[in-house]
């Protein structure tokens, strides 16, 4: 039997459609959270900040971070990161701030999620710390002299926006030193005065570093340098003089030889020279030349040789006798071939006579005159400045005082004569040949004492001498013979300034 079976489709029956594949939802990202505030963060250190990353989607994201600016000192992953779904990935963003100051700037998270491709995350941080800074930070002292002291002040400022604890360690040499109350605490901007001293024991240049310790570290601020030098020595050549071995420079104002006094006192000076190792020149012209030479116990004719010094035309300089001494005992003059060769002998004492009857009117002070006078002799206590003119500081008659004078005479130790007295030719002649040595030698300078080294003929002398400080003298116990050579050397006692 064949049995015949057929399948008919009724109206109300659908086709059946084919199988269809199901596309997986799409990469999906989520972060959290939405921006990042580092806060303070010190310098040298860094912070981190985790971001989550979350992948909601049916597929796996991938993710790529960027900073807008990159010179911040924002860090975040280099390389790119895989995220499966439904993951959670946490990363970390790290802040080391590289100066003191507030930055921000975005993260760019980027990812293939089709709705927010791009995603920027703010992010800030503030760099914080204290930062100390010296001013100068190169202290120079100077130079200073061995027994001398030099300070300086070098100033610490926080220059940073954090508060700093500093203790000033010292410098690293000792012959620097600082007197700071340690530890300090400095706000921002605060400073700190920082006195240093330099106080050398021997000659050289020396460098220091000033140190101070925070509680970050030990650092070094500042250079300090000094150097340290002596002086240089001093010698003194004195030779002991006669009582009477004066050599005497007269300067006289053409005016005066007409009163009644002068020309008695000029003759009393011109014979006085008899016997005695009194040399006199008498100085009236410009050029202080002095006719037919000096007077001494050799002139045959005194007052002839007194006639032809005074018979010379004067010229511009009556009033100006400081300027008629210069010439007269300028190197010119004096050296051969001369107009005053052989006046001034080299073991015999100088005395300036000035004869006047009104002020000393040469240009300059009175003081840097005398500072001139002195180096005619080798030691400044063997100038003598004398004047006869009107009583000082009213004058006498009609004879005005000698100003200028007046205070040379003072300050050598000479004497100041009344030109209105009769006798004033005697006086003159008198402190002219009665000048004996008074065994103390004047040092030009205030001297190291320990240094002081004495030699009597080239022979050192260890004892017979004491240093006189009140009167800057090395004084000796016995007298000695005229002519003995006396030699002193000494280093000068520092000015400590």
């Given amino acids: 039997?064949?049995?015949?079976?057929?399948?008919?489709?009724?109206?109300?029956?659908?086709?059946?459609?084919?199988?269809?594949?199901?596309?997986p939802d799409p990469p999906a990202l989520a972060v959290?959270?939405?921006?990042?505030?580092?806060?303070?963060?010190?310098?040298?250190?860094?912070?981190?900040?985790?971001?989550?990353?979350?992948?909601?989607?049916?597929?796996?994201?991938?993710?790529?971070?960027?900073?807008?600016?990159?010179?911040?000192?924002?860090?975040?992953?280099?390389?790119p990161v895989t995220i499966a779904p439904g993951d959670i990935l946490t990363v970390p963003l790290t802040f080391a701030p590289d100066s003191l100051r507030y930055v921000d700037t975005r993260l760019l998270v980027t990812s293939d999620d089709p709705v927010t491709s791009v995603l920027g995350i703010p992010v800030s941080g503030n760099g914080a710390g204290a930062i100390l800074a010296a001013t100068p930070a190169e202290l120079d002292l100077g130079e200073v002299y061995l027994g001398c002291t030099a300070t300086g002040t070098l100033e610490v400022t926080n220059r940073g926006n954090r508060v700093s604890s500093l203790d000033v360690a010292g410098l690293s040499d000792p012959v620097f030193t600082t007197d700071v109350a340690t530890p300090q605490t400095l706000e921002p901007w605060d400073v700190l005065e920082v006195p240093v001293t330099f106080t050398p024991l021997v000659v050289g240049e020396r460098t220091a570093t000033l140190n101070v310790v925070t509680d970050t570290g030990t650092y070094a601020l500042a250079t300090v340098t000094g150097a340290?030098?002596?002086?240089?020595?001093?010698t003194l050549v004195y030779v002991?003089?006669?009582?009477?071995?004066?050599?005497?420079?007269?300067?006289?104002?053409?005016?005066?030889?007409?009163?009644?006094?002068?020309?008695?006192?000029?003759?009393?000076?011109?014979?006085?020279?008899?016997?005695?190792?009194?040399?006199?020149?008498?100085?009236?012209?410009?050029?202080?030349?002095v006719p037919g030479g000096f007077i001494d116990d050799a002139t045959a004719d005194p007052a002839a040789a007194l006639a032809a010094m005074l018979a010379v035309e004067a010229g511009d300089y009556e009033d100006q006798g400081f300027r008629v001494v210069e010439a007269g005992t300028s190197v010119d003059a004096l050296g051969?071939?001369?107009?005053?060769?052989?006046?001034?002998?080299?073991?015999?004492?100088?005395?300036?006579?000035r004869i006047t009857d009104d002020g000393e009117v040469s240009p300059g002070s009175w003081a840097e005159?005398?500072?001139?006078?002195?180096?005619?002799?080798?030691?400044?206590?063997?100038?003598?400045?004398?004047?006869?003119?009107?009583?000082?500081?009213?004058?006498?008659?009609?004879?005005?005082?000698a100003s200028g004078w007046y205070e040379l005479s003072v300050a050598s130790g000479g004497d100041y004569l009344s030109i209105c007295a009769t006798d004033v030719g005697d006086q003159l002649l008198e402190a002219l040949i009665d000048e004996p040595w008074n065994k103390e030698i004047e040092l030009t300078e205030w001297p190291d004492s320990a240094t002081i080294v004495v030699t009597v003929d080239g022979v050192p002398m260890r004892e017979g001498w004491t240093y006189q400080d009140a009167d800057r003298g090395v004084e000796f116990d016995e007298d000695l013979p005229p002519g003995t050579v006396i030699t002193i050397t000494y280093t000068p006692a520092p000015s400590c300034r």
């Avoid at 009724?10 to 199988?19: A, H, I, K, N, Y």
């Avoid at 001139?372 to 009213?394: I, K, M, N």
């Fill in 228 to 234: 340290a030098i002596t002086m240089d020595p001093v």
């Fill in 1 to 23: 039997m064949l049995l015949l079976l057929a399948c008919v489709q009724t109206p109300d029956q659908p086709d059946r459609p084919d199988e269809v594949e199901v596309e």
């Fill in 336 to 353: 051969p071939g001369g107009c005053n060769e052989g006046l001034l002998r080299d073991t015999a004492r100088t005395a300036l006579v």
């Fill in 369 to 401: 005159w005398m500072a001139r006078f002195e180096t005619l002799e080798a030691v400044p206590d063997d100038l003598d400045v004398y004047a006869v003119a009107g009583d000082y500081p009213s004058g006498c008659e009609d004879a005005g005082a």
């Fill in 32 to 79: 959290a959270p939405l921006s990042f505030v580092f806060g303070e963060v010190p310098l040298g250190e860094e912070a981190s900040l985790d971001l989550s990353l979350t992948s909601e989607g049916g597929s796996a994201v991938t993710v790529a971070f960027a900073y807008e600016d990159d010179t911040l000192g924002f860090g975040a992953p280099v390389d």
């Fill in 240 to 289: 002991v003089p006669d009582p009477d071995l004066n050599d005497a420079v007269v300067v006289v104002d053409p005016s005066t030889l007409d009163r009644v006094t002068v020309p008695p006192l000029l003759e009393t000076l011109a014979a006085g020279v008899a016997g005695t190792d009194l040399r006199v020149a008498i100085l009236i012209a410009d050029d202080g030349c």
